[in-house]
């Protein structure tokens, strides 16, 4: 599939345009950025810097220059290949503890994000932990969430993940185990569907921010993981191997060692 970086954006910009209404209020699309969570990190500090309250919005990038993924890699983020967005999600007082919501944040954000997938190519699309999306076994997408503090202990989620789209039979993908929309469905939805379909999932899924039985029964559901496979995981240096034991009450991974039972809140599966 031949991508026209002109003609592919501004078909997108109008196809979205006669979709308006069922898009997020404050949509936001970019030709191209840096960084769509470097974008929003900024807006989120001008908001906080002027005593004012963050709006959830939704950016959308055709193209990021430097473009991120968890550990500081770097996220391929080349025309049309992908869509490459960031969820402004602000966590207000009145929504809960906010210690909840940062809890159940990233979990619902990997549901929203892989449920959306699915429906996308109509198959099976499962999360390996913490948020990569996988089908087939293979990368189509992943994400990034940072957080941003006001001085008056205001937060506000930013919530960055990319989505392989058009990278086709003969395109160069960004590593061996990945996969597109492209790939899976023959001829993916469009971009403005696509757009679309991440929008409505990923609200839906933060509508229950806070509320972790929901959370912790969803992303069970979505979970490639099952317990007593064989896996390892990088938490920071160190690499540890054993079983996969399910996840705790407050959705943090066990890992059944030879030296015993390890909880793990932060680092990521790096075989699955």
Same mark, same amino acid.
């Given at each position: 599939?031949?991508? *026209?970086?002109?003609? *592919? &954006? ?5 196809? +979205? ?8 209020e404050n949509l936001v699309l970019m030709d191209t950025v840096d960084s769509t969570n470097r974008f929003v990190k900024d807006l989120v500090d001008r908001f906080f810097e ?7 919005? &939704? ?15 770097? @996220? ?6 992908? +869509?490459?967005?960031? @969820?402004?999600?602000?966590? %207000?007082?009145?929504? =809960?503890?906010l210690e909840d919501q940062l809890e159940t944040l990233p979990l619902l954000v990997g549901v929203g994000v892989c449920r ?12 390996? @932990?913490?948020? *990569? ?12 969430? !940072?957080?941003?503090? =006001? ?10 993940? $990319? ?6 039979? =003969?395109?160069? +993908? ?11 469905? =023959?001829?993916? %939805?469009?971009?403005? #569907?696509?757009? !679309?379909?991440?929008?409505?999932? +990923?609200?839906?899924? /933060? ?32 690499? /540890?191997?054993?079983? &996969?034991?399910?996840?705790?009450? $407050?959705?943090? &991974? ?14 990521? #599966?790096?075989?699955?």
């Amino acid at each position: 599939m031949t991508v *026209d970086p002109y003609r *592919d &954006f501004e078909q997108l910009v109008s196809d +979205l345009r006669s979709r308006s209404g069922h898009l997020p209020e404050n949509l936001v699309l970019m030709d191209t950025v840096d960084s769509t969570n470097r974008f929003v990190k900024d807006l989120v500090d001008r908001f906080f810097e002027e005593e004012a309250t963050p709006r959830a919005a &939704f950016v959308v990038a055709y193209k990021q220059t430097a473009g991120r993924g968890r550990q500081g890699r770097c @996220w391929v983020s080349s025309a049309g290949r992908g +869509l490459y967005c960031t @969820w402004l999600q602000p966590l %207000p007082a009145g929504q =809960g503890r906010l210690e909840d919501q940062l809890e159940t944040l990233p979990l619902l954000v990997g549901v929203g994000v892989c449920r959306a997938v699915a429906a996308l190519i109509g198959g099976e699309a499962l999360l390996k @932990w913490p948020n *990569d999306v996988l089908v087939g076994g293979r990368k189509i997408a992943g994400i990034l969430i !940072e957080t941003v503090a =006001g001085s008056n202990g205001e937060t506000a989620a930013v919530i960055g993940f $990319g989505v392989n789209y058009d990278f086709g039979a =003969g395109s160069t +993908l960004p590593t061996p185990v990945s996969t597109s929309l492209a790939l899976e469905t =023959g001829t993916p %939805p469009s971009r403005a #569907v696509v757009v !679309e379909g991440l929008a409505r999932s +990923l609200e839906r899924e /933060l509508g229950h921010c806070g509320d972790l039985g929901y959370t912790l029964d969803a992303y069970r559901a979505c979970t490639v993981h099952r317990e007593g496979d064989e896996v390892s995981c990088r938490v920071g240096g160190e690499t /540890l191997a054993g079983r &996969f034991a399910g996840f705790d009450s $407050g959705g943090r &991974f066990r890992l059944r060692t030879a030296a015993g039972l390890r909880t793990i809140a932060s680092g990521e #599966v790096i075989e699955a």
